[in-house]
């Protein structure tokens, strides 16, 4: 299995600033990792696909970079909204996808 | 756009079959593939299978031989089975249709509870 690590595990910042989460691979993957948000009680949703591609409908304060085994999702100016968890997901091997363990974004 | 609807048993025994659907409506079913997820406090977001509209399938070795998914095309629905549920099934269960790679839409999510 490709296994992604997320760091960190969790982070507290303010309205305002810019904040970088980061995924590593197990191993090489090229750009094959997508992002999501998940605020409590709702359904994962897709921001970025294939490392960079800002999904439909999502605010450009967030955008993705990275290719190989490291991977950030920069949010350029947190929002209220954006206060959530975020999780990567490779998707390198589709015979098994895997998922990072979340990075909890709070409120300071 | 595709929206996603999922039902199925809240609270089951252990070693009871889990029973999931999911329907999809307001888009092209064939555009995906349609795969379940399954998130726990213990394990995370772990994808457990996929299908395609034509019915092949694609499991996580870990699931392997305790799950089905299946397809019918004439409902734009799909299925999960999962036997001899224990303990550490009790999850909230997800359908997710996947395009490019990426999981793109999600179901509300049903909360599975395993308990004797």
């Known amino acids: 299995d490709i296994q992604m690590s997320q760091s960190p595990s969790s982070l507290s910042a303010s309205v305002g600033d810019r904040v970088t989460i980061t995924c590593r691979a197990s191993r090489a993957i090229s750009n094959y990792v997508n992002w999501y948000q998940q605020k409590p009680g709702k359904a994962p949703t897709l921001l970025i696909y294939?490392?960079?591609n800002l999904q439909s409908g999502v605010s450009l304060r967030f955008s993705g970079s990275g290719s190989g085994t490291d991977f950030t999702l920069t949010i350029s100016s947190l929002q209220p909204e954006d206060f959530a968890t975020y999780y990567c997901?490779?998707?390198?091997?589709?015979?098994?996808?895997?998922f990072g363990q979340g990075t909890k974004l709070e409120i300071k | 756009q595709v929206q996603l609807q999922q039902w199925g048993a809240g609270l089951l025994r252990p070693s009871e079959t889990l029973t999931l659907t999911c329907a999809a409506s307001?888009?092209?079913?064939?555009?995906?593939?349609w795969s379940w997820i399954r998130q726990s406090p213990e394990k995370g977001l772990e994808w457990i299978g996929e299908?395609?509209?034509?019915?092949?399938?694609n499991y996580n070795p870990s699931f392997r031989g305790r799950a089905t998914i299946s397809v019918d095309t004439s409902k734009n629905q799909f299925s999960l089975k999962l036997t001899s549920v224990i303990a550490a099934d009790t999850a909230v269960y997800y359908c997710?249709?996947?395009?490019?790679?990426?999981?793109?839409?999600w179901g509300q999510g049903a909360l599975i509870t395993v308990s004797s």
């Open positions: 997710a249709g996947e395009f490019a790679r990426s999981f793109h839409i």
């Open positions: 997901q490779q998707s390198y091997s589709t015979l098994m996808y895997t």
């Open positions: 294939g490392a960079s």
């Open positions: 307001g888009g092209s079913f064939s555009d995906f593939y």
């Open positions: 299908i395609s509209h034509g019915g092949g399938t």
